[in-house]
């Protein structure tokens, strides 16, 4: 599982990889010019040291977007659902660009361990504490955010409220994409892992509610 996070744990914008680099470098034509993408206080994205990036989920195409947007900041580690990496092609793509495997629907403590680990070296983790893609449902917290920041107490938590990406392959109009860096409500010593998850959650909801592709 190491060898998924050992290029990223380093963490600084300065040593991204290079197929990172490229990807973001092929994204660019679809998210800033036919995404129309609008970045908001990404200065709240620390170019060093341990951070915890969460964010909504309501399209494939958020991961990509909200990398995108934190590109000249920092690499994103992003924890990703297992079954991408059977295709042998994005398997080498995703290896490249240091992404963490998670198996969905139960708990993967090797997935929490690796981004534990890049954590500690320094990294930036990418979690989306909703577990999966919301598909127009208001969905419950799952613990893992909350967890990766109580082993990692001192790694920074930013939150990423994305928005727009249901509306990305809605040819021919243009989607507007936002992404939206701000710093969660500070947690308090009693707060359990669950509950700063779901916390988490709420506050990027209340930026970003819940969205489908618009059919007009």
Same mark, same amino acid.
């Given at each position: 599982?190491?060898?998924?996070?050992? +290029? @990223?744990? *380093?963490?600084?914008?300065?040593r991204i990889p290079p197929v990172y680099r490229a990807v973001m470098a092929a994204a660019g034509p679809v998210v800033r010019w036919w995404g129309r993408l609008e970045v908001v206080g990404v200065h709240h994205?620390?170019?060093?040291?341990?951070?915890i990036v969460a964010?909504?989920?309501?399209?494939?195409?958020?991961?990509?977007?909200?990398?995108? +947007? @934190?590109? *000249?900041h920092r690499q994103i580690q992003a924890?990703?659902?297992?079954?991408?990496?059977?295709?042998?092609?994005?398997?080498?793509?995703?290896?490249?660009?240091?992404?963490?495997p998670v198996r969905r629907g139960q708990a993967d403590t090797n997935a929490l361990d690796a981004a534990v680990r890049c954590l500690s070296a320094g990294g930036c983790v990418g979690i989306?504490?909703?577990?999966?893609?919301s598909q127009g449902r208001q969905l419950r917290a799952r613990s893992g955010a909350g967890r990766m920041a109580h082993a990692v107490p001192q790694a920074r938590i930013v939150c990423a409220a994305v928005s727009g990406t249901v509306d990305i392959t809605r040819f021919p109009r243009r989607p507007r994409l936002k992404v939206?860096?701000?710093?969660?409500?500070?947690?308090?010593?009693?707060?359990s892992a669950q509950e700063l998850a779901t916390r988490l959650t709420d506050e990027l909801?209340?930026?970003?509610?819940?969205?489908t592709a618009r059919r007009h």
């Open positions: 599982m190491e060898r998924h996070h050992s +290029a @990223a744990a *380093r963490g600084d914008a300065g994205l620390p170019t060093h040291g341990p951070v964010a909504n989920h309501d399209s494939a195409w958020d991961p990509v977007v909200i990398a995108f +947007a @934190a590109r *000249r924890l990703a659902k297992a079954s991408l990496w059977k295709n042998p092609l994005l398997r080498r793509v995703l290896d490249g660009m240091g992404q963490i989306f504490p909703e577990g999966s893609r939206t860096f701000f710093e969660p409500t500070p947690s308090s010593p009693s707060e909801r209340a930026v970003a509610p819940v969205a």
